[in-house]
């Protein structure tokens, strides 16, 4: 992992960032790191106040930094955030969709709700930003990173809403990136393995004993192994890199 008091290289001076999901975990991981590399980014989460933390310590690296609330599966409320953002940030040139929740559960005892909900958030609500966001991508031959999951490549037993979510976010980013890539704009996800969040902490201890059991390189990952993954794909590293899904799992899924 690199140290992020090591990154001195500002890449993204001048550029606009939306991180969705920036208020805790990997979405915080990832919102201060684009901050390090010189973004200005507009921090996403539920509510307002949740994401003010987040833009407070990105404001310690570059100026500009904002704290948005929104229902990431509110498709009219996500396109009004996005206007705000082209518009009072100055453009956009990253949009980072991260925004993510679990419901679990067994698929005979899943409730519709549970299900609909898990595919509003994580799917659609990803839709959502990138439809807001393309036309202010293609001017910029801009990026979006997609944040799926690796149980979106190989399933998990309780997760059938979130594992259609993901997978369903992979098959979306190459086909969004078939689209726009003649206009320049590079479309990728990452696929995490089992990174130290609120979204883990809330398993059970077997479940995460037998999680990290399975994990080759025997340690979980950390929000910030995922946002290296993020700054390699928006940055100049990512310039060739389209259509792609990047594991980032410690060797999980092998
Ligand atoms: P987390 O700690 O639970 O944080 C979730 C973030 O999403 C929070 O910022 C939350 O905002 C926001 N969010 C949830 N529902 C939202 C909604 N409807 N509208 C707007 N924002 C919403 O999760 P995490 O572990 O950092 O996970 C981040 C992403 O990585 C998710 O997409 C997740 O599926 C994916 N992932 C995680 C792991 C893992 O092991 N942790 C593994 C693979 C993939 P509030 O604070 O306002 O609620």
């Given at each position: ?82 206007g705000?953002v082209v518009k009072?940030?100055?453009?956009l ?43 202010s ?118």
């Open positions: 992992m690199t140290d992020p008091e090591t990154l001195d290289e500002r890449p993204l001076d001048g550029q606009v960032a939306i991180v969705t999901g920036a208020s805790r975990g990997i979405g915080h991981a990832i919102a201060l790191r684009l901050a390090r590399r010189g973004a200005r980014v507009a921090c996403v989460a539920t509510r307002v106040a949740n994401a003010e933390g987040t833009a407070g310590a990105c404001a310690e690296h570059t100026d500009g930094a904002r704290a948005f609330g929104v229902d990431v599966s509110d498709t009219g409320a996500v396109a009004d955030l996005v705000t009072e940030m100055g453009g040139n990253l949009l980072v969709n991260n925004a993510g929740i679990t419901r679990d559960q067994l698929l005979l005892r899943m409730s519709e709700e549970d299900f609909d909900r898990v595919i509003g958030v994580n799917l659609k609500g990803s839709w959502n930003f990138i439809k807001a966001s393309t036309k991508l293609m001017k910029c031959r801009g990026r979006i990173v997609n944040i799926t999951s690796v149980v979106g490549l190989i399933g998990s037993p309780g997760q059938s809403n979130y594992a259609a979510s993901k997978a369903g976010v992979i098959g979306m980013t190459r086909s969004v990136a078939k689209e726009l890539a003649g206009r320049g704009v590079c479309v990728n996800a990452i696929a995490p393995g089992f990174i130290d969040t609120d979204m883990t902490a809330a398993l059970d201890e077997k479940a995460r004993g037998d999680l990290l059991g399975s994990v080759p390189l025997k340690r979980m990952g950390t929000p910030d192994d995922v946002a290296a993954a993020v700054d390699f794909l928006a940055g100049p590293s990512g310039g060739y890199i389209t259509g792609q899904t990047m594991v980032v799992d410690g060797g999980l899924s092998l």
